[in-house]
DNA sequence: CTGGTAACTTACCCATTAGTCATATCGTTG
DNA sequence: CAACGATATGACTAATGGGTAAGTTACCAG
C-alpha cells in the first residue's frame, strides 16, 4: 500500500498519449463546432473527454494550441480529398452537385470539423493562429470561388462582386446542408445527395419570375 | 463650488433614459451581432455607448436582460414588416426575391440586428432567454418555411423533411447575403437587389446536371 | 526491487469580467 | 433654496475560466 493516497485518481490508466491526444481532439471538435471557440471552456472539454484539465495543457500547451490540433486533423481529413473532388471534370450545377456529394462522404464521421474554419468566435488577432486559419479556409473559399466564377462566365457574367457574392451564397448552402444534417442524424450521405437532387431540382424547376424570363 | 468632488464624471448629463437605453441597445446590437453574445463584455459595450458599466446595469439588470432588450427591439423592427413582406401575394422565387429585397431595406441601418437571432454562442440553458429566442427565431423560420412549402407543393413535392432542409437552406443563403453586404458596406439596398436579381437569373439559367434533365 | 519516465490528478494562481455599492451631480418642484 | 428623484460613476466583490505547481500512480528497463 502506498504510504498517502491523497490524490484518489491520479495516476496513469495506461493509455497513450497519442490516443489520448485523439480522444481530446475529438471532444474538443466536437464542441468548438457547435457552440464556437468563445463559448467553450477548457474545463467543458476535459469533462466531456472524460479527463482533468491539466492533462490538456500538458498536451496542447493552451486552448489555442488545442484548437490548432484540431484545426490539424480538420486539414488533414478534407484538404486532399476536398480538392480532387472540386477539381473534376464536372461543371456548373452538376460540379456543385458532386461536391456536396463529396462533402457529405468526407464530413460523415464528424461533420462538426466543417465549422471550426468558419467560427467567428475565434480571437482575430493577427498574430496566432487566426493567420493559419485564414490561410486554411481562403483555400476552401478559392476552390468554391473557382467553381462558381467557372459557372458565372459560361453564363456570361464575370463581375467580382457578383462572383465573390455567389460565392458566399453556394458555400453558405453547403454548410447549412451540413448543418441541417447535424439536426437529422439518422440521414446517410447517400440520402442526403438523393434529397439536394431533388432540392436541386425544385429550384430549378419552378416557375420564373418576372423579369427573369427571357433574355 | 460643491463642497467635495471626488468622483469627477459623476453626475447627470441630461440624456433622458429612454435616449440613454437607446443608444445602449443599439451599441451593445451591434457588437453582439458581430462578436457573439459570448464574446462580447458589458465593459466593452458602455466603452463602446460612450458610459459606464454600472449604468447599463441600471437599466437592463444584467448581461442577460440586455440581451433580451436588443432582441425585442430586433423584433419589433423586424417582425411586423418582415410577415407583411412575406404575405404578400408573390410566390415562389418571386416571393423569395421580394422578400429578400424586402429585408435588405429593413436592415439597412443595421444590418447586425438580424445575427442576434442565430447566435451559437447564447447559453442555451432550457430556462432563461434561450426559450424566448427560439420562440422569435422559430418565426422567422415559420414564416420562410411557409412560402418554400408553396413553392414545393407547386413543384409537386410535399416530403416534409424536404422542406424542412430548403427552409433551412433558403434561410442560410438569405443571412449569406446579409453578411457579404456587412463586408461591403458601399452597396445599397437597390444595388443588393440588383444583384440578387442578377445571381438568380445566373443559377437558373445555368445548363441542367444530367440525371434532372428531364422528367 | 529500484530507479526513471510517461500518464495522470488535486489544488491552486491570477486575469478578466459579470454584477454591486456608495456616492455625486443635475433638474424640478413646492 | 431645500429636498427629492433621475441620471450618472469610481471603486469594489465574486465568479468564471485560462493556466500552473507539485505531487501520485503505473509501467518498464536494468
Redesign the interface.
Known sequence: MPATSQRPNAGTKGVPRADREAQIVEAATEIFG???F??TSVGDIAERAGISKPLIYNYFGSKEGLLRACLHRAIDILAGEFERIASGD?V???RA?RTLEGTFALLEPQPWIWRLFFD??I?RGEEGIAAELAHYADRFTALAEEGVGE??R??G?D?P??I???T??W???A???V??WLE?PEETPASMSA?C????????????????AA?
Open positions: 457547435t457552440r464556437g468563445a463559448a464536372a456548373g450545377l452538376e452537385l467567428p468566435t480571437p459557372m458565372m459560361l453564363a457574367v463581375d462582386l457578383d465573390s457574392a455567389l458566399a451564397v458555400m453558405s448552402v454548410d447549412s446542408l448543418t441541417w437529422h434529397r437532387l431533388r432540392l436541386f431540382q425544385v429550384v430549378l424547376s419552378a416557375p420564373l419570375p418576372p423579369g427573369l433574355e
